[in-house]
């Protein structure tokens, strides 16, 4: 645990830095790691206690990165040196500046959907979509059923995340999934196409769904809903 000058220090450099731009939910500037963040560092609480520790020098970041562990974390020895290396970068006390906005739109055209379910999704529904028991529902033959009851949940509930008491195949969950609106239109849509597939990269999409496309997500992004909203309108299934 840390030391009492330190949780001084923390305290001292979360309130004297936290600045507007970075306290914004939802928002990491792109960088290497920044996915490994999305899907670490929003688990136990939200994004914000990431963003607004802003500005941290290095040796703090160190210490809340083993402080995470000690709190129940699960990183590799490689992933907890690229989360230490983006946070102390982007997050640090000397940011470089933000690309413009063009360049992180460039780099996410041609999306490979495995990877990126691998990088946002997997992290709590596991590589094979099963979920893990108590804490995250199973997507595999699940996600299918709700697209079928009314397509455009799915896109909503990635935008805007969902909580609220469910029963998926019968078990219960009560939790909270964050929204990955920071996700491009490209990359939403292939996520949901690979996860209605079942997965399965060759499968054709179920039920006579349609793929989802890119100006479907964007259609969405003005709803402004959040992740009680988006339970409020999940479709019951059969
Ligand atoms: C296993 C759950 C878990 C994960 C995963 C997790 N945290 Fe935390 N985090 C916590 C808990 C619990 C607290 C509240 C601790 C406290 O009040 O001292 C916390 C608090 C924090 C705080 C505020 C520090 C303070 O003194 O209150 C920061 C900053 C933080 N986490 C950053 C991160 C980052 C960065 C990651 C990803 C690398 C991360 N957390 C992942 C559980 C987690
Ligand atoms: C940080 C953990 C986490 C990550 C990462 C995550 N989810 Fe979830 N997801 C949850 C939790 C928790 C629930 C259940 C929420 C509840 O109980 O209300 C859930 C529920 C779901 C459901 C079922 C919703 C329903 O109404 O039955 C689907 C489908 C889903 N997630 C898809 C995804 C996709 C696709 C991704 C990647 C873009 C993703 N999730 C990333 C935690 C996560």
Redesign the pocket.
């Known amino acids: 645990m840390m030391s009492t000058l330190r949780r001084v220090l923390y305290a001292f450099f979360i309130a004297a830095l936290l600045t507007p731009a970075m306290a914004q939910e939802g928002a990491l500037p792109a960088g290497p790691g920044a996915e490994l963040v999305y ?1 670490k560092c ?2 136990c609480h939200p994004l914000r206690y990431v963003t607004e520790s802003a500005g941290l020098p290095d040796f703090l970041w160190a210490d809340t990165i083993s402080l995470m562990v000690q709190l129940g974390m699960q990183v590799t020895a490689e992933e907890e040196e690229l989360l230490y290396s983006y946070l102390t970068t982007y997050l640090g006390m000397n940011p470089p500046p933000e690309p413009a906005e063009n360049d992180a739109v460039a780099a996410v055209s041609n999306v490979d959907p495995v990877q990126a ?1 691998a990088t ?2 997997s ?3 596991g590589a094979d979509g099963a979920g893990q028991a108590g ?3 199973p ?1 595999v033959g ?2 299918s059923q ?1 697209a079928q009851a009314d397509r455009g ?2 896109v909503n ?2 935008l805007y995340g ?5 029963t ?1 195949a019968g078990n219960d ?6 929204g ?1 609106s920071h ?1 491009s239109d490209d990359q ?1 849509a292939a ?2 196409n690979h ?1 209605v597939a079942d997965l399965d990269p060759s499968a054709d999409l179920p039920g006579g769904l349609t793929p989802y496309t890119p100006e479907e997500i964007a259609g969405a992004r003005d709803a402004g809903l959040d992740a009680n909203a988006v ?1 409020e309108s ?1 479709p019951s299934l059969p």
Do not use: E, K
Not at 162 to 166: E, Q, Y
Not at 173 to 178: L, V
């Open positions: 899907a929003q688990q379910y946002n999704c992290a709590c529904h804490g995250f529902p997507i699940h996600a709700l949940y799915l509930l990635v969902v909580t609220g008491p469910i998926v969950y009560n939790g909270m999934m964050p990955w996700l939403i996520i949901l996860v339970y999940r």
